[in-house]
């Protein structure tokens, strides 16, 4: 059972460009969550999706963010017109039911130049 | 979400016992205390959960005294794979759960 895929591992943009970071859950799990972590700090709760919906989002910026986990594909974390500010290590975890444990994926590391 | 306070790093060696104690003082009733592990680039990884007196798992140990205020991770024989930041999250299973609290952690340092 492969684990939590998370694409592009690394991904390099320049200010004003948008940037896609997709999460493939783990298999049977339909709760997905992602989290931002910036150097030398703890992860910080971002959203919280099932599939079709947003359940929680109250750690998303209010602009310039936006996720989405449509009932076929990958969950997909999209930030458009991006800062140096953004640029951190953005972490997907999935679970069975919403009080499950979460499995993490391995992260995109988004640079901004 | 109860807040947590862990030292911010602890240095150990290849085969000692490692005790990382997590502060929780104003732990709720239902809440669990759940420890994750993170190694460089990757990310947490669960290790171990528990409500109350002691859990156990192939992994470590968790050590919950009655008044639930305090817990302490601990890790048998480490080895240098075990160098690593640990996590120590409270929160209710059926509610606090679904977003992950995580504070800047315990970094762990093991040498041979």
């Known amino acids: 059972n492969a684990g939590v895929m998370q694409n592009p591992r690394h991904l390099v943009r320049r200010r004003g460009q948008e940037a896609r970071l997709r999460c493939s859950p783990m298999k049977g799990h339909s709760h997905v969550y992602w989290y931002r972590q910036l150097p030398e700090e703890g992860l910080k709760f971002m959203v919280y999706?099932?599939?079709?919906?947003?359940?929680?989002e109250s750690g998303m910026p209010k602009e310039r963010f936006s996720a989405e986990f449509p009932k076929e594909g990958p969950s997909i974390l999209r930030i458009q017109q991006v800062v140096r500010g953004d640029s951190a290590a953005y972490f997907c975890?999935?679970?069975?039911?919403?009080?499950?444990?979460?499995?993490f994926g391995p992260g995109t590391r988004l640079t901004v130049t | 979400l109860a807040k947590t306070t862990q030292p911010i790093s602890m240095d150990s060696y290849e085969g000692q016992e490692v005790n990382i104690t997590c502060s929780h003082n104003n732990i709720a009733t239902n809440d669990y205390i759940t420890w994750y592990q993170q190694f460089p680039s990757q990310g947490p990884r669960f290790i171990i959960q528990g409500y109350k007196t002691k859990v156990t798992n192939e992994v470590a140990s968790l050590f919950i005294p009655a008044d639930r205020k305090s817990s302490t991770l601990s890790l048998p024989r480490v080895s240098l794979s075990d160098t690593a930041v640990y996590y120590c999250l409270v929160g209710d299973p059926n509610t606090g759960f679904q977003k992950l609290v995580f504070g800047t952690g315990t970094r762990l340092l093991v040498s041979p």
């Open positions: 975890a999935s679970s069975r039911e919403s009080y499950y444990e979460q499995y």
């Open positions: 999706l099932q599939k079709e919906n947003i359940i929680d």
